[in-house]
C-alpha cells in the first residue's frame, strides 16, 4: 500500500514570499491533516478535513496559511506571506476513521521550509 | 500550561538498560493515548496505544494513570535501533485530534 506522499521535500524561500506544499493521502482515507512541526517541538495541527470538509481550523494562522482539499482527496497548503517563524517541517497525514474507531494518522515525510 | 507535558530528555543510557519516559495531559476529558516514535529527520511513526489496564508489545510496556492524568512508557533491554525521540500523543474533543508532547530524545549507546 502506498503511503502518504508529500511535495517538495525541501524548500527555501525569503520571507514575504509564497510557497505551497502538495498532500497526496492513502487511498480511502477520509481524513487528512496539515501539521506544522517546529525544531524542538511535536507536531502541532493547523487543519483537519473531513473528506472535502474543514472540521478543524482552530491553529490556522488564517491571515497568511490557506489549505483546501478539492474532491476530498489531494490537499494544498499555502503560505502567502511567509514569515522567518515559519521555518518548520510541513507534515501531511491521513487517517481512515473508520467504523471501529481506527485513530491511527499515517504520516508523510514532510516538507522542510527554509525561510530567510 | 502546556496540554501534554514530557520529560525533558535526552536519555542517554547503554544498550541493555531499562528506561521509563513520562507524560502529563491537562485535559481530564481526553479521550485516547498513544506513543508514537520519530526518527531524526523523519516522520513520526506510531508505536503503540496506551490502554486503562496497561499493554504491553515484546519489550515495550505503556501504563496509563487516569486519576493523576498520566502516562509512561517503559522500554526494557534497550536496542541501538530505539534510539529515537517518544512523542506522547493524547486525543482531545472530536475528530481524532491529535496533540502531541515536545518528545523525549533517546539515545542508546554500545
Known amino acids: 500500500e502506498a503511503g502518504v506522499a508529500q511535495s517538495p521535500r525541501y524548500k527555501i524561500i525569503e520571507k514575504r514570499q509564497s510557497v505551497a506544499f502538495w498532500c497526496n493521502p492513502i487511498?480511502?482515507?477520509?481524513?487528512l491533516y496539515w501539521y506544522q512541526q517546529i525544531l524542538g517541538q511535536g507536531p502541532k495541527l493547523l487543519i483537519q478535513f473531513q473528506n472535502n470538509g474543514v472540521v478543524d481550523d482552530s491553529q490556522l494562522p488564517k491571515d497568511r496559511f490557506s489549505a483546501e482539499r478539492l474532491k476530498g482527496v489531494d490537499s494544498t497548503l499555502k503560505i502567502q506571506p511567509a514569515k522567518l517563524e515559519d521555518s518548520a517541517v510541513y507534515l501531511c497525514a491521513s487517517s481512515p476513521l473508520d467504523r471501529t474507531g481506527d485513530y491511527e494518522q499515517y504520516f508523510g515525510p514532510g516538507t522542510r521550509l527554509t525561510v530567510t | 500550561r502546556k496540554e501534554v507535558e514530557q520529560d525533558p530528555g535526552p536519555f542517554n543510557v547503554p544498550e541493555g538498560a531499562t528506561v521509563a519516559f513520562n507524560c502529563t495531559y491537562s485535559n481530564s476529558a481526553s479521550q485516547s493515548f498513544f506513543w508514537y516514535r520519530q526518527d531524526c529527520r523523519k516522520e513520526p511513526k506510531l508505536l503503540m496505544s496506551?490502554?486503562?489496564s496497561g499493554n504491553e508489545d515484546g519489550r515495550f510496556t505503556a501504563q496509563l494513570n487516569r486519576a493523576s492524568q498520566y502516562i509512561s512508557l517503559l522500554i526494557r533491554d534497550s536496542k541501538l535501533s530505539d534510539s529515537a525521540t517518544y512523542l506522547c500523543?493524547?486525543?482531545?474533543?472530536?475528530?481524532?485530534?491529535?496533540?502531541f508532547g515536545a518528545g523525549t530524545r533517546l539515545a542508546v549507546h554500545p
Open positions: 487511498s480511502g482515507h477520509a481524513t
Open positions: 496506551v490502554y486503562s
Open positions: 500523543v493524547v486525543i482531545s474533543g472530536g475528530y481524532n485530534k491529535l496533540i
